[in-house]
């Protein structure tokens, strides 16, 4: 026992040792870090604090367009700063920046621990994690590399500053340094630039305003896009001033309500404005404010400079004739590349210098309703879904309410006349069946909700969202209204959007940067282009040759109209809020999309007027220019499909859904030989709605067995039977439809197709010309006649004599044997056919 004890005291004397060394090993190693940290400080030789208001800014970002040779804007041009004594500002803006800032910054020492820890609690909301003296030397003295050595020397240097300077003064440093926005410094140019008055003598709200901005001057500043987000910010300047006990809450109250007006920005320096605010707003948010403001980056953007000029002057032009004719005070355009989604121009605003209408704002970023420039989304779903181009849809007076009977009454007290939906077209008129394909075209309303209940509102939501509309909410924010414009989108997405149609259902996201190069030619960033393949191909084509049909579109627009370029391929579609606060037109090419809106900032009404009258002139007077420096390509056709395997209404027939499929050429029923371009459909007479023949979710499936189940069909399905009563249309007749088969087409038709000609027996060179002649015997008389070399078309005859010469060197594939083969159509489409065998050789 004795023996045990004193082994368990060795262990535990063994074990205490053991600590103690491990112990005096950290003491001494951090007396001696401590020693070298002294000895490293005591090297690091302190700047004249005097000569701070000196700070290099020569290494600022320049944005360039996409050639790299026009500047479009300089971040540090002419930078102003405007030394302003301490004694000279304003208590309200030392306090309003105290309190968001570093409301313990006359009680620390240079490093806030505590307001580090606050900082990571709230989030910055009760100050940062940065003390006012820690933000004096960062700005002044150190760079921006992502190391701990330079947070250490921040943190010993601020120490140091505090022991040089006195709080005041350390204060009056950073409120003459502090950044407000590209070339303004200082409190003191701030106050002239925005308030156009000396520093001394800023109210509350505007001491609070500039309190704000220094957090990320790009995002804050008053001339972009985020002036409510700014005044949240002030506001909560305001609210930190009276939790510290600066201001008491009546001027809480007061300075809250206070309406600050900003001055104009300087229209100098500056190059296509609101792109360079764009790009300036994206290089923030991606490598932080004093990256943009102190490394020098030289950026290459996708601006077209001479399209924006063109874009400028061109809005320029048009904007008094829109104002006074239209009451539409402003404008805005974008123009996308569809094939890699740069972004060629953006004009944001008719004037972005005019502050009293709001010219800095960049509607081409804002959210606004679409109208019906929203339609080719919900048709491309449908036709997704199995519909076509030539689905027919009654364009009568509707009601779409469940909550109302299909006169629009209410079913009950408690629901208000007019919750219930009865959309009008935009003349008020109503044109009985009409096809998808015109109804798009000609953009009327009935037939465009009736296509969104078929396509289905979440269907329609996510191909939207897919193709770039990021903005859209969820299905019970709209409802049916969503297929008029009820959600709201950007121009620069919609126009993006538009582009997927137009590069054949692939999308490339929106970008404005071609490269990003550091000051030592170092490439930060580059474009690298992230294509995706969102829609199919063959329904983008479907929409594209809709909103490319001027001849569907004439009833609207007429043949002529500003939509119309002879010769060209363009597709395009136009937009008009319910309200007439937005007018829109957004169309392209297969290599460049344009969109274009007009209204007013403050959602004043336009006069009444479609779109097609009010800026389409202006859209196409952009994309004419547009088009003289782009290729003229062709869009690419949908392929023909044979229709009268479908449901009738499918097929465009909306007399009926019973259906007999026959052959036109003998009005008999069609059999296995009839060729597809000589079928047709007739139906026994009986009109219903699109429900009563149609599952809406497989169209192309079994037919309902119980149509009236669905919610809409009593209310599509009254106005319908109401309009065949109008119409005194009959109904039941089944006395023209044919009992017997088709007897025109057959396999004997073309009996014989024989080649003539050059002795195809014998072996011919590949430079020597081959004349062959084509005979037949035929029914009925021979409409055409084509030749083939291994499948390439040699020629094509519709006259006699069906004679053709060729060369066979001038075809690719050809070889030693090569075959021949004539095809021989007859009046009715029969066909024949006859082949032989070439042979070529070099000798």
């Given at each position: 026992m004795v023996r045990r004890a004193r082994s368990h005291k060795s262990k535990l004397r063994y074990i205490l040792n053991h600590w103690k060394a491990v112990a005096l090993f950290f003491v001494g190693g951090a007396f001696l870090f401590a020693g070298v940290l002294i000895l490293w400080t005591s090297f690091m030789k302190l700047p004249d604090f005097t000569e701070f208001h000196d700070r290099k800014v020569a290494q600022s970002t320049k944005i360039y367009d996409r050639t790299g040779k026009i500047l479009l804007y300089d971040v540090h041009q002419n930078v102003k700063r405007t030394i302003v004594p301490f004694a000279d500002i304003s208590p309200w803006v030392k306090k309003a920046v105290?309190?968001?800032?570093?409301?313990?910054?006359?009680?620390?020492?240079?490093?806030?621990?505590?307001?580090?820890?606050?900082?990571?609690?709230?989030?910055?909301?009760?100050?940062?994690?940065?003390?006012?003296?820690?933000?004096?030397?960062?700005?002044?003295?150190?760079?921006?590399?992502?190391?701990?050595?330079?947070?250490?020397?921040?943190?010993?240097?601020?120490?140091?500053?505090?022991?040089?300077?006195?709080?005041?003064?350390?204060?009056?440093?950073?409120?003459n340094e502090i950044p407000y926005g590209g070339s303004i410094y200082g409190i003191g140019e701030a106050t002239k630039t925005f308030f156009g008055k000396e520093a001394k003598d800023l109210t509350l709200a505007e001491s609070a305003y500039l309190a704000a901005i220094p957090n990320a001057p790009t995002y804050y500043s008053p001339y972009g896009n985020h002036r409510d987000k700014l005044d949240e910010r002030k506001n909560l300047v305001l609210r930190r001033m009276n939790e510290l006990g600066y201001i008491t809450s009546e001027e809480l109250v007061a300075a809250r309500a206070e309406k600050i007006e900003f001055l104009p920005k300087e229209p100098t320096g500056i190059k296509a404005p609101h792109f360079v605010e764009w790009v300036k707003e994206y290089l923030a948010n991606k490598y932080g404010e004093l990256a943009v403001q102190e490394n020098g980056y030289r950026v290459i953007t996708t601006l077209n400079y001479d399209l924006q000029k063109k874009a400028e002057e061109i809005i320029t032009n048009a904007a008094p004739d829109l104002e006074k004719n239209f009451n539409a005070s402003n404008m805005a355009l974008v123009a996308v590349d569809p094939t890699n989604g740069q972004v060629l121009s953006m004009v944001g605003s008719r004037d972005y210098f005019d502050v009293k209408k709001e010219g800095n704002f960049n509607v081409a970023l804002a959210h606004r309703q679409p109208g019906s420039t929203f339609k080719p989304f919900v048709y491309g779903t449908a036709f997704m879904k199995g519909y076509t181009p030539e689905t027919v849809l009654f364009d009568l007076k509707t009601n779409f309410s469940t909550n109302c009977d299909a006169q629009g009454v209410p079913y009950s007290p408690k629901i208000k006349p007019e919750d219930c939906y009865m959309p009008e077209n935009y003349d008020g008129k109503y044109r009985g069946p009409i096809s998808m394909r015109d109804a798009l075209a000609q953009s009327l309303n009935i037939p465009a909700v009736k296509t969104l209940y078929l396509a289905g509102i979440n269907d329609s939501l996510t191909t939207a969202r897919r193709m770039g509309?990021?903005?859209?909410?969820?299905?019970?924010?709209?409802?049916?209204?969503?297929?008029?414009?009820?959600?709201?989108?950007?121009?620069?997405?919609?126009?993006?959007?538009?582009?997927?149609?137009?590069?054949?259902?692939?999308?490339?996201?929106?970008?404005?940067?071609?490269?990003?190069?550091?000051?030592d030619g170092t490439v930060v960033e580059e474009f690298k282009q992230t294509s995706e393949q969102v829609f199919p191909s063959e329904i983008a084509r479907k929409v594209t040759n809709i909103l490319a049909d001027n001849v569907a579109r004439?009833?609207?627009?007429?043949?002529?109209?500003?939509?119309?370029?002879?010769?060209?391929?363009?597709?395009?579609?136009?937009?008009?809020?319910?309200?007439?606060?937005?007018?829109?037109?957004?169309?392209?090419?297969?290599?460049?999309?344009?969109?274009?809106?007009?209204?007013?900032?403050?959602?004043?009404?336009?006069?009444?007027?479609?779109?097609?009258?009010?800026?389409?002139?202006?859209?196409?007077?952009?994309?004419?220019?547009?088009m003289k420096v782009s290729p003229n390509e062709k869009f690419i056709a949908p392929e023909k499909e044979d229709l009268t395997i479908l449901p009738a209404p499918l097929q465009g027939i909306w007399q009926g859904g019973d259906r007999y499929v026959i052959d036109r050429s003998s009005g008999k029923l069609a059999t296995a030989l009839t060729p597809a371009e000589m079928k047709g459909t007739i139906v026994v007479p009986e009109v219903h709605t699109i429900l009563h023949w149609v599952n809406k979710t497989e169209p192309r499936g079994t037919?309902?067995?119980?149509?009236?189940?669905?919610?809409?069909?009593?209310?599509?399905?009254?106005?319908?039977?109401?309009?065949?009563?109008?119409?005194?249309?009959?109904?039941?007749?089944?006395?023209?439809?044919?009992?017997?088969?088709?007897?025109?087409?057959?396999?004997?038709?073309?009996?014989?197709?024989?080649?003539?000609?050059?002795?195809?027996?014998?072996?011919?060179?590949?430079?020597?010309?081959?004349?062959?002649?084509?005979?037949?015997?035929?029914?009925?008389?021979?409409?055409?006649?084509?030749?083939?070399?291994?499948?390439?078309?040699?020629?094509?005859?519709?006259?006699?004599?069906?004679?053709?010469?060729?060369?066979?060197?001038?075809?690719?594939?050809?070889?030693?044997?090569?075959?021949?083969?004539?095809?021989?159509?007859?009046?009715?489409?029969?066909?024949?056919?006859?082949?032989?065998?070439?042979?070529?050789?070099?000798?």
């Open positions: 105290i309190s968001i800032e570093d409301s313990a910054f006359y009680e620390h020492h240079g490093v806030s621990f505590r307001g580090v820890a606050r900082a990571i609690i709230y989030g910055g909301t009760r100050g940062g994690g940065s003390t006012i003296t820690q933000q004096v030397i960062k700005k002044t003295m150190l760079t921006d590399e992502k190391l701990i050595t330079r947070k250490l020397k921040e943190i010993l240097l601020s120490f140091r500053l505090e022991g040089a300077f006195e709080k005041d003064e350390i204060l009056a440093l950073y409120l509309i990021e903005s859209l909410g969820s299905a019970n924010q709209y409802g049916l209204t969503l297929v008029l414009g009820g959600g709201e989108v950007s121009l620069l997405d919609l126009t993006g959007a538009y582009g997927v149609f137009a590069n054949d259902g692939t999308r490339n996201p929106n970008t404005a940067i071609l490269r990003i190069e550091a000051k004439t009833p609207e627009f007429g043949a002529n109209s500003a939509l119309y370029f002879p010769g060209k391929d363009v597709a395009v579609k136009t937009g008009t809020t319910n309200d007439f606060r937005d007018v829109w037109t957004v169309g392209y090419t297969p290599n460049i999309a344009v969109g274009m809106w007009a209204g007013n900032n403050d959602n004043t009404p336009l006069q009444k007027n479609i779109a097609g009258f009010i800026i389409t002139p202006i859209w196409h007077a952009f994309m004419a220019e547009a037919p309902p067995i119980n149509p009236q189940n669905d919610s809409q069909y009593s209310l599509w399905e009254i106005p319908v039977r109401a309009w065949v009563a109008s119409k005194n249309i009959a109904e039941g007749d089944r006395s023209g439809i044919p009992t017997e088969y088709d007897n025109n087409h057959s396999s004997d038709a073309v009996s014989s197709v024989t080649l003539s000609g050059t002795d195809i027996t014998l072996s011919h060179k590949p430079d020597e010309v081959i004349t062959l002649s084509v005979s037949t015997m035929s029914r009925y008389p021979v409409s055409r006649v084509e030749l083939f070399l291994n499948g390439e078309l040699v020629g094509k005859k519709t006259a006699e004599p069906f004679v053709f010469s060729f060369t066979p060197q001038d075809f690719g594939s050809l070889t030693t044997y090569n075959s021949l083969t004539a095809v021989v159509y007859d009046s009715i489409l029969n066909k024949g056919t006859g082949s032989a065998q070439l042979l070529i050789s070099e000798e």
